[in-house]
């Protein structure tokens, strides 16, 4: 049952993190749009980090989506290739989301939450 709370403290983080990865390709775009306005090269080049944030965003709600209905096979991985791509946003200035994915690669490396997910089918 302890094992349970760490899915669902996974699941609790990749929320926030999706809503705060949100948040922050929000606020790039109207930066990126800012900058092309005011700037013409500026936002070709800040306009990445929008698409960094999106990306990370949408993992992160597949995450919380499948860790609310322990419902597909392969959330390890997807699990770990959001953790890493949360750690990728810290060239969006989102430590936050780093920080999240670096907790998250922590509880999805020990064996006892491994087993958990292959107990409830979701490995």
């Not at 948040?23 to 013409?40: D, E, P, Q, Y």
């Not at 993992?59 to 699990?79: A, E, H, P, Q």
Request: charged share 10%.
């Amino acid at each position: 049952m302890q094992y349970d709370n760490q899915l669902n403290v996974l699941k609790v983080l990749f929320l926030i993190s999706g809503i705060l990865n949100l948040i922050s390709a929000v606020v790039w775009l109207g930066n990126t749009i800012a900058g092309a306005v005011a700037f013409c090269g500026l936002g070709c080049v800040i306009g990445v980090l929008p698409v960094i944030n999106t990306i990370a965003c949408v993992l992160d709600f597949m995450v919380y989506n499948r860790l609310k209905n322990f419902n597909k096979s392969g959330t390890y991985g997807l699990i770990k290739f959001a953790s890493i791509f949360d750690i990728i946003v810290v060239l969006t200035l989102n430590v936050t989301g780093t920080v999240f994915g670096i907790i998250a690669l922590v509880m999805i490396s020990k064996p006892e939450v491994k087993q958990e997910m292959v107990d409830r089918g979701i490995y």
